[in-house]
């Protein structure tokens, strides 16, 4: 919603300019305002280039697109109302601000002109759209993104009530090596791999670096690290290596581990046990997820709010 409120009146004399134009049908009425087919036109194109629309997509999809556009036009009609009756206010100053970023997207007044032309709307036209959409940015703004602020002290208590929650899980820090064998190869061709691997493995465990022998023999993209995987948490790795990789003790070497993409022989260079985030580490995160949550929810309830003290009729329409 941000993103759309922040760019819209720049996207609109952009579409403009390049003939995306709508009828005059009306597609839904919001107390009494008519919303047009235009109006729609140009919510699609914000939600989907115009060309993929009109060429791409199949017709289940350009319905489900049209009705999330219809949606996102009502709510914004909304906004514009509310944030009228509430009384926001826009200054001049910041219309003209509008108005000169939308100019710079042209090389020469003259493309600019060309466009309000092509449009049919004249400059006063285009700043009542710039004041629409910064009403209804300002709106959202002061209902939405101010009121899903979350304070410092309420994420340090929500952090030491839940401290369980914020664990870094166990990992082992591994070396790798992969003698592989390709999905064509002969029963031949995979005991000749078997061999090499297991007199590889006897290398390592009579104590041969490790690190070279991965860099001279493994076939990954990790051989140039000296088969070094770093930390790795559980998850990660192809479930037959990482159930021996997390038994290992540190230092030991596995037995050969044989997948799909062959040969494995891991090393476990250190094991590190579940460990307690401090705040600080998780204090940013936390931050952004809570308020994105309360954005959403704040959203959700002013929408109800606002539709069930309206009325609203949307017009079934036989356009694809």
Not at 185 to 206: C, D, G, N
Request: hydrophobic content about 35%.
């Amino acid at each position: 919603m941000k993103k759309f409120l922040r760019c819209g009146f720049l996207i609109t004399i952009l579409l403009y300019s390049y003939g995306v134009f709508g009828s005059d049908q009306t597609v839904a009425v919001v107390n009494g305002v008519t919303l047009t087919e235009s109006d729609l036109q140009r919510i699609i194109n914000e939600l989907l280039p115009a060309t993929f629309y009109h060429q791409t997509i199949t017709s289940e999809k350009k319905a489900e697109l049209r009705k999330k556009a219809i949606d996102e036009l009502i709510k914004r009609e909304l906004y514009y109302q509310e944030a009228k009756r509430v009384g926001i206010k826009v200054d001049k100053s910041e219309i003209n601000q509008g108005l000169e970023s939308i100019k710079k997207r042209f090389k020469s007044k003259k493309e600019y002109k060309d466009a309000l032309k092509q449009a049919g709307i004249t400059e006063d036209d285009l700043k009542k759209d710039i004041e629409r959409n910064l009403l209804i940015q300002k709106f959202y703004q002061k209902e939405v993104i101010e009121k899903s602020k979350v304070s410092d002290e309420y994420l340090k208590d929500y952090y030491e009530k839940n401290k369980k929650d914020f664990l870094r899980p166990e990992a082992v820090h591994i070396r790798h090596i992969l003698i592989k064998i390709e999905p064509t190869a002969t029963e031949e061709q995979k005991k000749e791999k078997k061999r090499q691997a297991k007199e590889i493995l006897s290398r390592a465990r009579q104590g041969e670096d490790f690190g070279m022998l991965a860099y001279n023999y493994s076939a990954d993209d990790w051989r140039v690290k000296g088969g070094d995987l770093g930390l790795i948490h559980r998850g990660r790795l192809l479930p037959e290596l990482e159930e021996v990789a997390f038994k290992l003790k540190p230092g030991e070497i596995s037995d050969l581990i044989e997948t799909i993409y062959g040969f494995h022989i891991i090393r476990l260079e250190e094991k590190l046990p579940p460990t307690q985030l401090s705040f600080d580490e998780i204090k940013d995160n936390l931050k952004k997820e809570m308020e994105k949550k309360k954005q959403r929810d704040l959203e959700e309830n002013l929408i109800k709010l606002l539709k069930d003290k309206s009325e609203i009729k949307i017009v079934e329409s036989s356009n694809d």
